[in-house]
């Protein structure tokens, strides 16, 4: 079992920066990539960024440029950094953890508003 726990959240303003933490704990050694999701309402949950145990990573299109993500595998953290948010970044974030054997967790998800 995993355990994930996303901080971070909030309300800003278009154009402002946000920083997302996810803690990681439990079976954290069978943990191959790690993610982050939204879902904004009315939406289905997509995909922002992955990356891999060695620091691969992967990014929609929408967020290439503004969005960085990275991996404290010492600290079992992983990290959203956003930089000039729009409001379609709206959504609840979902920290995701993908093991060797294919199975997914998830955290609680964190609210992110982003005002006009």
């Known amino acids: 079992q995993v355990q994930l726990v996303e901080s971070g959240g909030g309300l800003v303003q278009a154009g402002g920066s946000l920083r997302l933490s996810c803690a990681a704990s439990g079976s954290i050694s069978v943990v191959n990539v790690m993610g982050w999701y939204r879902q904004a309402p009315g939406k289905q949950r997509e995909l922002v960024a992955t990356?891999?145990?060695?620091?691969?990573?992967n990014y929609e299109d929408s967020v290439k440029g503004r969005f960085t993500i990275s991996r404290d595998n010492a600290r079992k953290m992983v990290y959203l950094q956003m930089d000039s948010l729009e409001p379609e970044d709206t959504a609840v974030y979902y920290c995701?953890?993908?093991?060797?054997?294919?199975?997914?967790?998830w955290g609680q998800g964190t609210q992110v508003t982003v005002s006009s």
């Open positions: 995701a953890a993908d093991t060797f054997t294919s199975n997914r967790y």
């Open positions: 990356i891999t145990s060695g620091g691969t990573t």
